[in-house]
T-cell receptor, first 114, second 111 residues
Framework: NAGVTQTPKFQVLKTGQSMTLQCAQD?????MSWYRQDPGMGLRLIHY???????DQGEVPNGYNVSRSTTEDFPLRLLSAAPSQTSVYFC?????????????FGPGTRLLVL | QKEVEQDPGPLSVPEGAIVSLNCTYS??????FMWYRQYSRKGPELLMY??SSGNKEDGRFTAQVDKSSKYISLFIRDSQPSDSATYLC???????????WGLGTSLAVNP
């Protein structure tokens, strides 16, 4: 099993550009989520999904879109990149919808917006 | 008041030391308590979890929960340079799908 994979590993964007961060998992987990991690702010939930076709907002959803057409894939789209979106982005998946949340994280995507 | 508070450190200790990492939380409804370890430029990985008060041991690691004080701890015995990482606590209330994360404590174990 590859676990949770993310592409690209690193990306530089100019302000106003759009891009999609890819995330895939091969563990048949129903629950997937996107976080951003910034110094002094910790991990913040952007969007999450409890199954194919179902998504919901986390605490910092503005400027990001998600979709979940399959169990395996959960891409994150930046609509119009801004310098404030410079961050490290982590995708995670979990087999539990309630109770213990054992989340499996991908290796992260480092995004720099100029 | 934040729901979870964690001192970001950094914490620097000599090899072989006993390390104590701590988080406090505000919501008495929280039931599940987890510790994740994050190496530099990697994603977090689950280290230990518990859902009751008391201690849970796994090798050199012990997780402790004191629900009366709303205080959780992770102890590392005989610390090794390979333990150098950021340690994040994560808590939730059970049926809540969203984890509440601490900021993480950066630990350096010096040979």
């Amino acid at each position: 099993n590859a676990g949770v994979t993310q592409t690209p590993k690193f990306q530089v964007l100019k302000t106003g550009q759009s891009m999609t961060l890819q995330c895939a998992q091969d563990m048949n987990h129903e629950y997937m989520s996107w976080y951003r991690q910034d110094p002094g702010m910790g991990l913040r939930l952007i969007h999450y999904s409890v199954g194919a076709g179902i998504t919901d907002q986390g605490e910092v959803p503005n400027g990001y879109n998600v979709s979940r057409s399959t169990t395996e894939d959960f891409p994150l789209r930046l609509l119009s990149a801004a310098p404030s979106q410079t961050s490290v982005y982590f995708c995670a998946s979990s087999y539990s919808l309630a109770g213990l949340q054992t989340q499996y994280f991908g290796p992260g995507t480092r995004l720099l917006v100029l | 008041q934040k729901e979870v508070e964690q001192d970001p450190g950094p914490l620097s200790v000599p090899e072989g030391a006993i390390v104590s990492l701590n988080c406090t939380y505000s919501n008495s409804a929280f039931q599940y308590f987890m510790w994740y370890r994050q190496y530099s430029r990697k994603g977090p990985e689950l280290l230990m979890y518990t859902y009751s008060s008391g201690n849970k041991e796994d090798g050199r690691f012990t997780a402790q929960v004191d629900k009366s004080s709303k205080y959780i701890s992770l102890f590392i015995r005989d610390s090794q340079p390979s333990d150098s990482a950021t340690y994040l606590c994560a808590i939730n209330a059970g049926n809540n799908r969203k984890l509440i994360w601490g900021l993480g404590t950066s630990l350096a174990v010096n040979p």
